[in-house]
């Protein structure tokens, strides 16, 4: 029988590897390492082998931790013990158990591949966690990318097993005379996974399909593929409407509307780190605001992103409420390039002879030079600071601007004021003066940039 027919198949490994190998002791995790130490001369790879005794099962976990030491003690491959006592952290956290025991044992696998200088990280699922995966994920309401979570290869990770069903596994196993740990808790149906494993997989098969987890794996394949290319659609798409690291509200919603989703998706998960905690609801929500013309900020549940925009300018991103950005007040060179590193910007200036009036982007200004008094120069806000907005005639509180297009307090902090000796001309990417408002009489200009 050979459980590692998918390794070959998806080129999972190459010739001088050194692969990590998950072992828990239990039945999975044993067959895979016993079929890859088999083939490891056939494939050309090193095989070492790492544990975490995660304390989640007290005695049992310890014993679990011996077993895996001997096995491979047994099979001459060096390996990696951690202890982590996940309860603790998990209570700590406020997290789920099974998603804290997840995040910290993938951490562990990556650090120790990093030790030993490992390509691989070769991890025991089956075709038979895929399916149960899907039905889980189905039943939380997820999209395509969670019916298609569990991949055979994603970066680092492979799981050779994945084609593989657990009944073959245990045919495996027997065939081999392979010890074994058995870990109690999978049998515990106060987990909703166990529920889809002993009492919903199989209702679906006696009563509906008895076909149902290649059934399920086959979906699993669909949607991982279909996830692939909205992933790579959506990318090409967000560079024919991104300008100056911001995009084009106007022409992000003139795209498919499953083109706006992943995109939106993709800038949250850029923004956070990842998509936990992120609903489909959340997402919809920012681009409902989309199809109106309304300046909108969006916080999400998580408090710490945010989805803007302002004019036709779009952006998710991350509050910035506690930066602490140092003092600065810097001459421009006009013409030529200023660096502020304070706010990790620089500006260009050009003196422009003759201007166009046109409409200008959120990051560029152009200010008459008959209005300019003195020297320009940028910089923090003050206490106190007013503008004339282009298009009034009376002065206003720059924090009641702030307030009116729904800056978040982070961006503040940040914001570059441009003025000369004696008012403000501009706050770089938020609001221009009425006071350096070119026209058709305006001879010169000075025209700056914000990078």
């Not at 706010?343 to 009036?357: N, Y």
Request: hydrophobic letters at 40%.
């Amino acid at each position: 029988m050979d459980i590692l027919s998918s390794a070959k198949r998806h080129h999972m490994f190459d010739a001088g590897d050194v692969v990590i190998v998950a072992v828990s002791g239990g039945p999975d995790s044993v067959a895979l390492l016993h079929a890859l130490h088999t083939r490891s001369h056939e494939l050309g790879i090193e095989l070492h082998v790492a544990h975490l005794n995660h304390g989640i099962r007290g005695e049992a976990s310890d014993m679990d931790e011996c077993f895996v030491k001997e096995f491979a003690y047994n099979l001459g491959l060096a390996c990696t013990i951690s202890r982590i006592d996940v309860p603790t952290l998990q209570a700590e956290s406020h997290t789920c158990l099974e998603d804290t025991a997840r995040v910290v044992r993938y951490k562990f696998l990556r650090d120790t591949a990093t030790k030993v200088g490992a390509s691989k990280i070769a991890v025991g699922h089956n075709a038979d966690d895929r399916a149960e995966s899907v039905l889980l994920n189905l039943i939380r309401g997820a999209g395509i990318d969670g019916l298609g979570s569990i991949r055979l290869v994603r970066g680092e990770i492979v799981r050779p097993l994945l084609d593989t069903s657990r009944k073959e596994i245990e045919a495996y196993i027997a065939e081999n005379k392979l010890p074994f740990r058995v870990d109690e808790t999978n049998m515990d149906i106060a987990y909703s996974r166990n529920r889809i494993r002993y009492e919903l997989l199989p209702m679906l098969e006696s009563s509906y399909n008895p076909e149902i987890r290649s059934a399920l794996t086959r979906l699993a394949d669909i949607a991982s593929d279909a996830s692939d290319f909205m992933s790579l659609a959506a990318a090409k798409a967000r560079l024919g409407v991104t300008y100056r690291g911001s995009m084009d509200a106007g022409l992000l919603k003139s795209l498919p509307i499953a083109i706006q989703r992943q995109i939106v998706r993709s800038e949250i998960e850029r923004a956070k780190g990842d998509l936990k905690d992120i609903s489909l609801e959340q997402v919809d929500r920012i681009l409902d605001a989309l199809q109106g013309d309304e300046d909108f900020t969006i916080t999400l549940t998580t408090g710490r992103i945010y989805a803007r925009r302002s004019e036709n300018e779009f952006r998710i991103d991350v509050k910035r409420e506690d930066v602490v950005i140092e003092p600065f007040d810097i001459a421009l060179n006009v013409p030529g390039i200023t660096s502020i590193a304070e706010v990790d910007r620089m500006i260009e200036a050009e003196v422009v002879t003759k201007p166009e009036v046109r409409k200008l982007l959120p990051d560029e200004v152009l200010i008459d030079v008959r209005s300019i008094s003195g020297q320009l120069h940028a910089r923090n806000l003050q206490n106190g600071d007013r503008i004339a907005p282009f298009g009034m005639n009376a002065s206003k509180k720059l924090q009641d601007v702030f307030v009116d297009k729904k800056i978040p307090k982070g961006d503040r902090a940040r914001a570059i004021v441009i003025a000369d000796d004696e008012k403000i001309l501009w706050v770089a990417e938020i609001v221009s003066s009425e006071a350096g408002k070119i026209g058709a009489d305006t001879l010169q200009a000075v025209r700056l940039i914000v990078h």
